[in-house]
């Protein structure tokens, strides 16, 4: 088991687990160190099951063992034989059993967020399964814009977890994926999402979603693993010069809500048919996430009708009491959470109060039971009581199906796709290794391991650093140039010394984990401490090509680098996983061609210092001079925009098909036909089913194959405050030297065109659109 005790701070609340999880780490720390004699339950080499049959045959009667009767069935059968006690057992994440009835302990919080990930406590790595494979951080993989990347991703991450259950190594529901809008270049935990579009982000959540939990037998109603989307909504703060997570009130206006934040969740739920959603740690507007109403009953499992379960964040309600004070007592704020339509807490509180706001008529057991009922269907739904899981779909998975060459090549794959080609002079990228003798590779994050694959992380199969994935084709010198990342000092004449003699350089250079991350936000977008230095200084006095490789979650200010003559290419890696640096190499030397886009806009220093991290609003304000936020709103300076990313091709399009008028038909009585209207409600039934074809041929005009990304950006009328272009949708296509293809996109004009006025209304705007394709602009006009 890999030593997780020192890395792991247990003062105060600087992580997702606060004190909750300090316990777990430290029995890790004490087990791995044999100060325990005893080996804990979880060391079995055998999966956690209900309803084991073989070995308690009287468990056959019992009608929630059936798993021929449907899941309401068994799940009301199950619900009516427990007392009170039992039943609140089963309100919080480390489960209660019940022995008499044949159901062990279980426990829901496990992470797969990138790979398999040993955050939280439901999963552990031993000499059985060592590790499992590390696909690149999100923000890396959504760079990709290769929805069927996303969901195979998905498969393999699932199949490793149901590998390692079934030798009693990890759980079956799965805290993940993180399907937050990246709406502030500072926020720490961006790189754990797809970016900053709603589009992108949508496809990115549903189709994970769709990866880890249908199984393969085509079952609905089964579950491979169960997913959850979080942390609903509007949370992209965590720890912003001194304002925390846990007590800060997202103002958010409604057309923010449903244009934005919301979005990627209303997917998650209608288009992955997630099995569970978890709220989040901050109020919106004035009230706590996991203890609203409206947003959980109201929206999740009422307008979206969720199939699953409501989780809290880990000790969100003990927040609401103790930091958000917004609560009297600890029973009100169990009652108020299972009242608002939270299933299960992430943590104990509702272990504690539950029994005393049910005696205090807080909450009645009817709504316990619908919680449970909840959690219960879910576990039906993975086979947890249907006996042992090595009988069923699953059975035969075990330590073999994990790191498997193909998983691990995927995880390569992976990374190739995502990263992207920011500057480009002539002559500079490809490197042909033949003609270099000498590769001078300098920078703190050259020789890493452990930052490559970012947070909610596991053990990885192995690593392949930069250094070690570049000197595989050329010889190399290496100077790290800085100490660490924060680059207090910045080691310059070794640094010098070996470039001025090598015939290229390569700086692998940017953060980890110590510069962003949960529970810490940036204050500056800039490259941290001398590396700013380090890099010009070099460009200096090099001799061939310098490439400058920026490692990181979020976006930097690097408009020096892209200033710089010397510097000769840029390229941006994400935390590329496992086999980051084999991924790197792959596209420096031309094995590779790449294809990765920006999924979130690279903004100046200059924003961070004018723009609060705590104004919520998207949109600009020209009487306060707020700027916006995303390529959606923003219309000031950028270092690098939403999109870009350049290949070693050049890629020509052409529009074949595209409309110049859509029209609406409207009854001959509607208002519209009478008075000038500027939209018209997308709800109506006339907005059905009216939906045009975009034809564009695609042709690969450089000398090698490569992959490319058409983006259909629409630009709508300037009503309801409506964004300047958003995407419509995207399209990923492969092409040999001069190759010419078709892409074809389907415009449903109520669900694409569609915008949300000042009360969170969907409208479609009459009058006139332009469509934006490559460097393409088509106007057409939508009319009644």
Not at 240 to 267: C, E, H, L
Not at 365 to 392: C, K, Q
Not at 590 to 607: A, D, E, I, V
């Amino acid at each position: 088991m890999k030593n997780r005790g020192l890395a792991f701070s247990c003062n105060g609340k600087n992580s997702h687990y606060s004190v909750f999880l300090c316990f777990f780490y430290i029995l890790g720390f004490m087990f791995s160190h044999s100060l325990l004699e005893f080996k804990p339950v979880l060391a079995q080499n055998s999966p956690v099951f209900a309803c084991d049959i073989t070995s308690n045959p009287g468990l056959a009667n019992l009608t929630f063992c059936d798993a021929s009767l449907t899941v309401e069935t068994r799940v009301s059968d199950l619900v009516q034989r427990l007392t009170l006690s039992e039943k609140i057992g089963f309100l919080v994440s480390g489960a209660g059993g019940v022995s008499r009835l044949g159901i062990p302990r279980y426990e829901w919080w496990s992470e797969a967020l990138h790979g398999v990930s040993y955050t939280g406590p439901g999963v552990h790595f031993s000499g059985l399964v060592p590790g499992a494979t590390s696909f690149p951080q999100v923000i890396l993989t959504a760079a990709s814009f290769n929805v069927t990347l996303f969901e195979t991703i998905g498969k393999v991450v699932s199949t490793e977890a149901r590998a390692m259950y079934n030798v009693g190594l990890a759980g079956l529901t799965y805290w993940s994926p993180n399907i937050n809008i990246f709406r502030d270049p500072r926020w720490g935990r961006g790189q754990e999402t797809p970016g900053e579009d709603p589009t992108l982000t949508s496809k990115y959540g549903a189709a994970y979603v769709r990866g880890l939990q249908q199984t393969d037998d085509g079952s609905k109603d089964k579950l491979k693993v169960a997913a959850c989307c979080k942390h609903y909504t509007a949370y992209d703060v965590d720890n912003w010069k001194g304002i925390q997570r846990y007590n800060f009130n997202a103002v958010v206006t409604q057309q923010d809500m449903d244009d934005t934040f919301q979005p990627p969740f209303k997917s998650c739920v209608l288009e992955g048919n997630v099995a569970s959603v978890m709220c989040s740690y901050n109020q919106v507007n004035g009230k706590p996430t996991c203890g609203d109403p409206d947003l959980l009953a109201g929206i999740i499992r009422g307008e979206w009708n969720l199939n699953g379960y409501i989780v809290t964040d880990c000790d969100s309600l003990n927040e609401i009491f103790n930091s958000q004070h917004y609560t009297k007592t600890p029973e009100e704020t169990a009652a108020l959470g299972l009242n608002s339509g939270v299933d299960l807490n992430c943590g104990s509180w509702l272990s504690k109060y539950t029994q005393g706001a049910v005696n205090q008529k807080l909450v009645n057991e009817s709504v316990i039971d619908r919680a449970i009922s909840n959690n219960f269907a879910t576990l039906m739904r993975l086979g947890f009581f249907d006996g042992n899981p090595r009988n069923h779909i699953y059975g035969n998975l075990g330590p073999k199906d994990v790191c498997t060459p193909e998983n691990q090549e995927l995880a390569r794959e992976a990374a190739r796709q995502g990263i992207v080609l920011l500057k480009n002079t002539a002559g500079s990228l490809p490197l042909t290794p033949s003609a270099i003798k000498s590769l001078a590779v300098i920078g703190p994050n050259a020789n890493v391991t452990k930052t490559m694959i970012g947070n909610y992380e596991g053990t990885p199969c192995k690593y392949t650093t930069p250094l070690q994935g570049l000197t595989a084709s050329v010889a190399t010198i290496y100077k790290p140039g800085c100490s660490d990342v924060s680059c207090n000092t910045a080691q310059l004449d070794d640094a010098k010394k070996i470039a001025s003699t090598a015939d290229a350089v390569v700086m692998v250079m940017g953060s980890d984990q110590s510069i962003e991350r949960e529970s810490l936000d940036r204050v500056n977008i800039t490259l941290p401490g001398q590396q700013s230095v380090l890099i010009a200084e070099v460009a200096k006095v090099a001799k061939g090509p310098v490439i400058l490789v920026i490692m990181s979650g979020g976006g930097m200010d690097v408009q020096f680098a892209v200033d710089n003559p010397k510097i000769t290419s840029i390229l941006w890696v994400g935390f590329p996983g496992e086999a980051g640096g084999a991924a790197l190499a792959d596209v420096i030397f031309g094995y590779y061609n790449p294809s990765g886009r920006l999924p979130m806009t690279w903004y100046p220093q200059s924003y961070a210092d004018a723009v609060p991290m705590t104004i919520m609003n998207m949109r600009p304000d020209p009487a306060t001079n707020y700027p916006g936020r995303t390529y959606r709103f923003y219309t000031g300076p950028t270092v690098f925009t939403f999109g870009h990313g350049l290949s070693y091709s050049q890629f020509k399009h052409r529009l074949d098909q595209a409309p110049t008028f859509v029209s609406i038909p409207l009854e001959e009585k509607h208002t519209c036909r009478s008075t000038k209207c500027k939209s018209i409600d997308t709800v109506e039934q006339s907005c059905s089913n009216v939906g045009f074809n975009v034809h564009l041929r695609v042709k690969n005009m450089g000398k090698i194959s490569g992959s490319h990304t058409i983006f259909l950006f629409n630009s709508p009328p300037s009503v309801h405050n409506a964004p300047q272009k958003h995407l419509l949708g995207f399209k990923k296509v492969h092409l040999t030297a001069q190759e010419e293809g078709v892409v074809k996109f389907n415009v449903d004009v109520c669900k694409h065109l569609s915008v949300h006025d000042e009360l969170g209304n969907k409208k479609v705007a009459l009058g006139q659109h332009v469509l934006h394709i490559g460097d393409l602009k088509h106007s057409f006009t939508v009319r009644i």
